[in-house]
């Protein structure tokens, strides 16, 4: 499947079994997936391989979410950032209300079915003026 936006994307997150469960779905649909255990490690991976979409957790050890989303911003402006929870707020705001005020185009509330996964996709190619196409799954990620 040829996308013409989106072809590379990593995932950040702490949870192994649901990075490597959105690994799989992603690749069975022609992407080009990395996976990092946290901001840091996702960092050190853009240094080394340019991707078209960082989707991120916000709750992680060594370097979480909203620091990670501000680091992309800075140092590579041009890839594009979906933060992803299972919730909790900081000081009162929802965390992904404040992802998305830190650079995420867009969020994903977890639990989340692969579709939603697809969908968030597809809204940035889109948005971008690509389309993009998935096999659909109602299996959830």
Same mark, same amino acid.
């Given at each position: ?41 996702? /960092? %050190? *991976?853009?240094?080394?391989? =340019?991707?078209?979409? #960082? ?9 979480? +979410? @909203?620091?990670?989303? /501000? %680091? *992309?911003?800075?140092?590579? =402006?041009?890839?594009? #950032? ?9 000081? +009162? @705001? ?48």
């Amino acid at each position: 499947m040829n996308h013409s936006g989106i072809k590379t994307i990593l995932i950040i997150d702490d949870d192994a079994p649901l990075a490597s469960g959105m690994q799989k779905l992603l690749v069975r649909n022609a992407y080009i997936v990395h996976v990092a255990r946290n901001g840091k490690a996702g /960092l %050190a *991976v853009l240094e080394q391989e =340019p991707v078209d979409l #960082v989707i991120t957790d916000i709750f992680m050890e060594e370097m979480e +979410g @909203l620091e990670t989303i /501000l %680091a *992309v911003r800075r140092k590579f =402006p041009g890839t594009r #950032v979906v933060a992803m929870s299972g919730g909790s707020s900081v000081v +009162g @705001l929802d965390c992904l209300d404040l992802a998305k005020t830190l650079g995420a185009e867009l969020v994903l509330r977890k639990p989340f079915l692969f579709d939603a996964l697809a969908d968030t996709i597809q809204k940035l190619e889109l948005a971008g003026g690509n389309g993009a196409r998935f096999r659909s799954s109602s299996r959830p990620v």
